[in-house]
């Protein structure tokens, strides 16, 4: 069992930054791969970006030199530093984590509760 707990969301005026936070807890052996989604209002969910445990990251082209994902591997923790932040970036942004449960070693995917952003323009 991995329990994900979100924070950070909010509302933040256009041109503006917030930072998302999201800690993995539970049973693991390893958290391969950390990434954010994003989902808006009558849309589907859409990859934001991700990260492995070794560092490599990859990014959707709409948020790549506004947004930094990274993450602390001590603390199971994975950031989104999003600035210049625009109106169609408004969504509920949901943590997702990939890796191997203990004991039984079997992978496993977990998404968290979701987090809403709000941009205005």
């Known amino acids: 069992q991995v329990q994900l707990v979100e924070s950070g969301g909010g509302l933040v005026q256009a041109g503006g930054s917030l930072r998302l936070s999201c800690a993995a807890s539970?049973?693991?052996?390893?958290?391969?791969?950390m990434g954010w989604y994003r989902q808006a209002p009558g849309k589907q969910r859409e990859l934001v970006a991700t990260?492995?445990?070794?560092?490599?990251?990859n990014y959707a082209d709409s948020v790549k030199g506004r947004f930094t994902i990274s993450r602390d591997n001590a603390k199971n923790t994975v950031y989104l530093q999003m600035n210049r932040l625009k109106p169609e970036d408004t969504a509920v942004y949901y943590c997702?984590?990939?890796?191997?449960?203990?004991?039984?070693?079997?992978?496993?995917?977990?998404w968290g509760q979701g987090t809403q952003v709000t941009v205005s323009s």
């Open positions: 539970g049973s693991f052996f390893g958290l391969n791969v």
């Open positions: 997702n984590v990939r890796g191997t449960l203990l004991p039984t070693y079997a992978s496993f995917g977990s």
């Open positions: 990260i492995t445990s070794g560092g490599t990251t």
